[in-house]
């Protein structure tokens, strides 16, 4: 049975550039894991509760731009936050990013804060 987007990763998608949402849908299908979409464009008080709050490292985030997503992994009926299923649905995220031929960055692949529910527009 292929994977669906809930009506509530729908509406985080909302505001999102549409390239992004393209590469979210085609990556639901081609991931081995289901998963649902947890926050899209954010307001700039949003992003600041995030840094204060240590999950995120900027005030300059591209979810302020709606060019980022970050997004959340079942397993078996239940979000899970090990690494390595993150790593197994980037690579979903990256195999339609080159079919559709648009720049993605898998915040997995950083250098010092891995941040592996997160996925954006270079």
């Known amino acids: 049975m292929p994977f669906r987007f809930s009506d509530k990763s729908k509406a985080m998608m909302l505001g999102v550039h549409p390239d992004l949402i393209a ?7 081609l991931s ?5 979409i947890t926050e899209g464009r954010r307001s700039l008080e ?11 490292q900027t005030l300059a985030s591209k979810h302020l731009e709606g060019r980022a997503l970050d997004f959340a992994v079942w397993i078996e009926g239940r979000v899970t936050w090990e690494f ?6 980037a690579e979903a995220f990256k195999l339609a990013a080159r079919e559709y031929g648009i720049d993605l960055v898998w915040g997995g692949d950083w250098p010092k804060f891995k941040d592996g529910p997160h996925v954006e527009l270079r």
């Open 84 to 89: 390595r299923f993150y790593a197994q649905v």
């Open 23 to 29: 590469v979210a849908y085609r990556a639901l299908a």
């Open 46 to 56: 949003r992003q600041r509760l995030l840094v204060q709050e240590g999950k995120s």
């Open 32 to 36: 081995p894991y289901d998963f649902g």
